[in-house]
């Protein structure tokens, strides 16, 4: 299977968990976490049916991980995330040493504007985050479900 086969298979894996998440009623944010080829772990937003905001599918994925393998599970790993990871989630990506991250939506192309400047670009460069980043997959996709949520704050059409 080629890289770019292997990304839409795991982004739809992605895709599947937020559309669980939405039809949950929390944000539609899904996360697959994969190692050598294999899952280790699914992960989905959770916020508003956990009544906690640090209930991210990132954070969700890499506790999974972590209670089925180890504290070690997610060194070298990459995550497959429908939305690029807020602030927060980057944080806990560095520190379990998730390696590389493919996104399907990035902050900028959804107009949020509750984020400021931030991407995971300047996120990395701030902390010497050596991350290998792909993004766009299945991007179509996933920004037909977060506007049909449309809980998001974005800027208005220029």
Same mark, same amino acid.
């Given at each position: 299977?080629?890289?770019?086969?292997?990304? %839409?298979?795991? !982004? @739809? #894996?992605?895709?599947?968990?937020?559309?669980?998440? =939405?039809?949950?009623?929390?944000?539609?944010?899904?996360? &697959?976490?994969?190692?050598?080829?294999? &899952?280790?772990? $699914?992960?989905?937003?959770?916020?508003?049916?956990?009544?906690?905001?640090?209930? =991210?599918?990132?954070?969700? #994925?890499?506790?999974?991980? +972590?209670?089925? =393998?180890?504290?070690?599970?997610?060194?070298?790993?990459?995550? $497959?995330?429908? !939305?690029?990871?807020?602030? !927060?989630?980057?944080? #806990?990506?560095?520190?379990?040493?998730?390696?590389?991250? &493919?996104? #399907?939506?990035? =902050?900028?192309?959804?107009?949020?504007?509750?984020?400021?400047? $931030?991407?995971?670009? @300047? +996120?990395?460069?701030?902390?010497? $985050?050596?991350?290998?980043? @792909?993004?766009? &997959?299945?991007?179509?996709?996933?920004?037909?479900?977060?506007? @049909?949520?449309?809980?998001?704050? %974005?800027?208005?059409?220029?």
């Amino acid at each position: 299977m080629t890289q770019e086969a292997a990304d %839409v298979h795991w !982004m @739809r #894996a992605a895709l599947a968990e937020a559309l669980a998440a =939405h039809a949950r009623g929390d944000w539609p944010t899904g996360a &697959v976490l994969i190692k050598q080829g294999r &899952v280790l772990a $699914y992960g989905q937003n959770r916020q508003n049916t956990r009544n906690d905001p640090t209930a =991210h599918a990132e954070t969700d #994925a890499l506790q999974t991980a +972590f209670r089925a =393998h180890g504290p070690q599970a997610a060194q070298g790993a990459t995550l $497959y995330c429908t !939305m690029e990871p807020c602030p !927060m989630c980057a944080g #806990a990506l560095r520190i379990a040493g998730v390696r590389t991250l &493919v996104l #399907a939506l990035r =902050h900028a192309r959804l107009r949020r504007v509750d984020l400021g400047d $931030y991407s995971i670009e @300047r +996120f990395c460069h701030l902390t010497d $985050y050596p991350l290998e980043l @792909r993004d766009g &997959v299945l991007e179509d996709d996933y920004l037909a479900l977060r506007l @049909r949520w449309g809980g998001d704050r %974005v800027a208005s059409a220029p």
